[in-house]
């Protein structure tokens, strides 16, 4: 998954109460593709998404922002792969 694309997941399901997120930090990419997207974002949201989808640290901070869970971060591999088999998947 690029970066682009979890913060746009995490940025539309902040408001809807998104409470869960689990993602494996190797399968991150560090890659603006928002333009596969075909969305029709504004200039903010986009100089946005170009910002922070560039870094792991940027794009942690404002996932942790948008969810606000100030300790959020991706997993690795094996706590991933231990969580996952904990919790359902919905």
């Not at 190797?26 to 870094?55: F, M, T």
Request: aromatic share 8%.
């Amino acid at each position: 998954m690029s970066a682009s694309t979890l913060l746009l997941i995490v940025s539309l399901s902040a408001s809807r109460n998104l409470r869960n997120l689990f993602v494996r930090r190797n399968a991150l990419i560090l890659k603006c593709d928002y333009r596969h997207h075909n969305l029709e974002l504004d200039v903010g949201a986009i100089e946005w998404i170009q910002a922070n989808s560039k870094s792991y640290e940027k794009m942690t901070r404002e996932v942790a922002t948008l969810i606000g869970q100030w300790d959020w971060k991706p997993l690795t591999d094996a706590k991933f792969k231990e969580i996952s088999n904990l919790k359902k998947a919905y």
